[in-house]
């Protein structure tokens, strides 16, 4: 995890947002956040008619298989970094699949890094919580969350 570490935070650059996104989430035990996985879909994509290219784009992944094919292309040759950006998504993906969350997102295109790490936002939908959850949250009937 010290790799991580040496990522300017003056400068940001995306590979500096997705090493600190991972960083933050092994520190709190939780999966990467969405801009975070979008952020590595975008590196990784082979153009358009991708399934990383389209989750890069809509944040959907209705295609599993030839999304985590994808994301195997060349994985052994890859440094140690790459391997953690790749796992770090295999796992966000999975609990999205897992989640029955593999639809397309609103405002999906707004995400970049952490920014949507709001506490003025839902965890789950990441709707502003003064707005109604999004359609299919599980907070969305929740008293308190």
Request: with cysteine; net charge negative.
């Amino acid at each position: 995890m010290e790799k991580f570490k040496e990522h300017s935070v003056e400068h940001s650059t995306d590979d500096d947002l997705i090493a600190r996104g991972i960083e933050h989430a092994i520190e709190e035990q939780r999966q990467i956040d969405h801009g975070v996985a979008r952020i590595i879909a975008s590196q990784l994509h082979s153009g358009q008619r991708s399934a990383l290219y389209e989750f890069t784009s809509t944040g959907s992944i209705s295609r599993p298989d030839l999304f985590f094919d994808e994301l195997g292309v060349d994985y052994k040759t890859l440094d140690d970094e790459a391997r953690w950006n790749i796992d770090a998504l295999m796992v966000y993906a999975l609990g999205r699949i897992q989640d029955q969350d593999t639809d397309p997102k609103q405002d999906w295109s707004r995400l970049w890094g952490e920014s949507e790490r709001h506490d003025d936002r839902c965890a789950a939908c990441m709707e502003h919580l003064a707005n109604p959850h999004a359609i299919g949250c599980p907070l969305e009937y929740a008293e308190e969350y």
